[in-house]
């Protein structure tokens, strides 16, 4: 309804109140189309959204009254990280914290983002720190190592949630290969960081000094440790982001643990979805087609794509993994992985009971290839001066098979 026909309703209502005569008789005699109650009763209802409209802003003024004033730049005098307080009345501690929390707390979008992500992985990292009697507060590292981003990836090469790089990775029982990475892997490269951290506590016997190595490294830091003299991280000089590091998680969980205190106030329906998930344990004989798995359980691959990070490829050669399933769908993808299971074992009993010269059309001439790391079909065929498609041809290959290192393929051809 426009402003005139709104108008035009008060107008009726109140004009032929002072005049004695009834609303709907003046309505129906200026307006024909609508009569005055239709008017009144759409006037009503704008008014009712205008005051909804006019409540909302009204909360999103007070939020930037937050930020205008002073208050939204201060942090707690008291602060406890890992059960320990900051000694915050040292004045060069202060500093250090005040400029950690200032950088933080203006980078409106960046602490909306922690804020959305954390209702997704915060429930996964809260329940591993629980079962290892942890403090939670280690929450916080892996805010100030990714932003909570799986697909994080460092100059250095550090990858995941927890910026691992391949040595220390590899080192807590993450497997890194041309397949997978599952320092992407959220849940398992979470259990991968308690037991670092963990152990680092063990060895410095203070958590400022684990988190410290966790950054720095444990040689580095030691090294810095015994050449200084000294043992308190608050007076080792050290890389420039390992001084900061130990302030910004300070300042992330002094943020994140009181968000509307600094204008930060997100509706529920604003925050990113936790990860309702099952996970599967799957032993492949044979490779797996992540496209084909998908569609065949009615899922898009990009669906299962992003719940599996780790998984680099749309192909899975012999071996075990991980996978994650949404819940509603587990049931349905682990029946699909049994039959695909079944029908490679069929089809590898059906080859063993043939002959070989059946099975492989062996004849004089042909040369046995290993494949090597990192090799194609292309590769090969290029190399050999044939076609891919006689290679898998020869070897009884899909045009959806890969092939995996060190599997063996009959080649026939004069040249090698």
Request: aromatic fraction near 8%; glycine fraction near 6%; charge should be positive.
């Amino acid at each position: 309804m426009g402003r005139k026909e709104l108008a035009f309703a008060l107008a009726m209502v109140f004009g032929a109140a002072n005049i004695g005569m009834e609303p709907g008789a003046r309505g129906e005699e200026l307006q024909g189309r609508k009569s005055v109650r239709a008017l009144l009763q759409e006037a009503c209802q704008e008014i009712s959204v205008l005051k909804d409209q006019l409540a909302k802003l009204q909360e999103r003024l007070e939020v930037l009254e937050r930020f205008r004033g002073m208050a939204h730049y201060r942090f707690p005098r008291d602060i406890e990280l890992l059960g320990q307080r900051l000694p915050l009345e040292r004045r060069d501690l202060w500093e250090r914290m005040d400029r950690e929390f200032l950088l933080l707390v203006n980078d409106v979008p960046q602490v909306l983002l922690w804020m959305k992500r954390a209702n997704r992985y915060f429930p996964i990292i809260e329940k591993r720190i629980e079962e290892r009697g942890l403090p939670q507060d280690l929450k916080f590292v892996a805010i100030v190592e990714s932003s909570l981003r799986p697909e994080a990836k460092s100059s250095a090469g550090a990858v995941g949630v927890w910026q691992f790089i391949p040595s220390t990775g590899s080192l807590y029982s993450l497997e890194i290969n041309e397949w997978i990475d599952e320092r992407q892997d959220p849940v398992k490269s979470t259990d991968a960081a308690l037991a670092y951290l963990q152990s680092l506590k063990a060895k410095f016997d203070d958590w400022l000094l684990a988190l410290a190595a966790y950054n720095v490294g444990e040689d580095r830091l030691r090294r810095e440790m015994e050449r200084q003299g000294v043992s308190s991280f608050y007076e080792l000089v050290l890389p420039q982001e390992t001084e900061r590091y130990i302030f910004r998680i300070a300042a992330a969980k002094v943020i994140l643990s009181d968000p509307r205190k600094y204008g930060f106030d997100l509706l529920p329906e604003e925050l990113y979805d936790p990860l309702d998930v099952k996970t599967l344990e799957v032993k492949l004989e044979k490779g797996l087609d992540l496209i084909a798995l998908a569609r065949s359980c009615g899922m898009t691959y990009r669906a299962l794509k992003v719940l599996n990070p780790h998984i680099k490829e749309t192909w899975l050669p012999k071996g075990i993994y991980r996978l994650y399933v949404p819940r509603d769908k587990a049931d349905e993808v682990a029946k699909a992985l049994k039959e695909q299971m079944v029908s490679a074992s069929e089809r590898r009993e059906r080859q063993s009971s043939a002959p070989l010269k059946e099975r492989w059309n062996v004849k004089k001439g042909a040369v046995v290839h290993t494949v090597r790391q990192g090799e194609t079909l292309w590769d090969i065929a290029r190399n050999y001066g044939v076609q891919v498609r006689s290679i898998q041809q020869w070897n009884q290959l899909s045009s959806s098979d890969r092939i995996a290192p060190g599997q063996k393929l009959f080649i026939y051809a004069s040249k090698k």
